[in-house]
């Protein structure tokens, strides 16, 4: 346990030393910030705005740390030939995988943390402290933040920097979709186009699940339960996708 | 007693559906304890794919590789080996200190006694002075140095270097080779691959040659030498190389 922190925090420090995830996050800070100017507004409408702006701001630049953050952790170290120097060590490769995991997870939390934090002061500024609402709808996209993450991390244990890029916005966009793709495809009589949605709509992850925020803003109320149940989910894919990562790295040759 | 032992060893890589490229054929290695052992050969004749098998960065196609009796994956064998790379190329934002401590906690040792054999080994590798200096600013020779460094931190009882004074100077490769002489009074087993006649000749106590992925001869220098009646290592080496080709071209005439 004591090596996969040590990897993780090594993972992590390289992402503060570089900076190339700052970028992302001050798009993240800016769009937030602006999403104060819809002064124009009434106070209701304007709040609503800072919300809606600063949820989507969020998860998608947080979508995007993930996503590099994750494709940088494993395939860099094979690229930069570091991993050989790690690997002789008295590490199992199963510490390295989980260890990337922790570091990754470690990045995409002081990220969201950070954004978080601006969003929140934007709202108390507002005068407007955040409720318990808003809380859960920041819980549910850090959970898919990690999901993305862990999604991007165990592609990169088996496919190219080029080719796992591809697929996880390809996941991330489909999983956005699943729920509406699946209800536009029972309408149609095609069993094959039917059996291809059921089976995308099985094994891609609904990132939709985690999306409460057009209820949140609007005042619906979202019960513990649900969101609940939604982390148990996304703990459970990222359990798969962490098996995944192992399955397949504890075969790879470098 | 062979602290290292490889028994028919295989490795072929698999390029495409029908093309198999041999990386190493039925190795039979042993390495003593104690004793420097070099691998000679040239570009893709199989060395670093023989270390990399060694270690578990590979996996054999067929027959195995043993450190101290056991497996390359084993995790407390891996706590008494010492690695340097070809090329070495590290954490280029951490500076010496910093990859030296991270590779020592990989290692399970206590504080104070990673930062006394940091010192030590800065020391050693003369990178004292750069001890604030990130990776990235260091010069190919720095890098090399930095990694011998590395790869002694554990204090390890078996040292194995892939080509140690690539990229080194002179004096570079002068003082590495007087480390490696004193580790190995201290008696430490050293194996390292390299394609510098000169250097293996001044310091290996036994040698392989390797070849298309093959283990041409394996001896004494002296013993060779008689075995194939040559003049020293450069002769030794162009006849053994010569032979195996002029044999393998006739192989591959009668199969055609």
Redesign the interface.
Known sequence: MKKMWLIGLNTFRESIRKKTLYIILIFALIVIGASKLFSFLTAEEELKMIKDVSFSAIEFFGALIAIFASLAAISTEIERRTIYTLLTKPIRRSDFVIGKFFGVSMIIFVNFILATAFFIGLLIFKKSPPNMDVFKTLLLIFFELILIGGITLALGTFTSDAFNIICSFFLYIVGHLTSYGKELVERTENIIVKGLADMLYTLVPNYENFNIRDKIVVGLNVSWGYVGYTIAYGILYMCVALFIALYFFEKREI | MAIIETKQLTKHYILGKKKVVVGLENVDLEINQGEIFGILGPNGSGKTTCLKLL?????PTSGEANIMGKPP?D??M??H?G?L?E?????D?LNGPELLR??A????MDSDKADKRIEELLELVELKDAKRLALRHYSKGMLERI?LA?SLINDPEIL?LDEPTTGLDPIGCRDTRNLLLRLKEQGKTILLSSHFLSEVERVCDRIAIFHRGHLLATGTLDGLNKQYQAENLEDLFVKTICAFDTEFAAKTGERK
């Open positions: 270690l578990g960065i590979l996996f994956y995790i407390e891996k706590q080996v690695f790379p090329n070495p190329y590290y954490y934002y991270f590779y906690s990989l290692y399970s990694g590395a194995i």
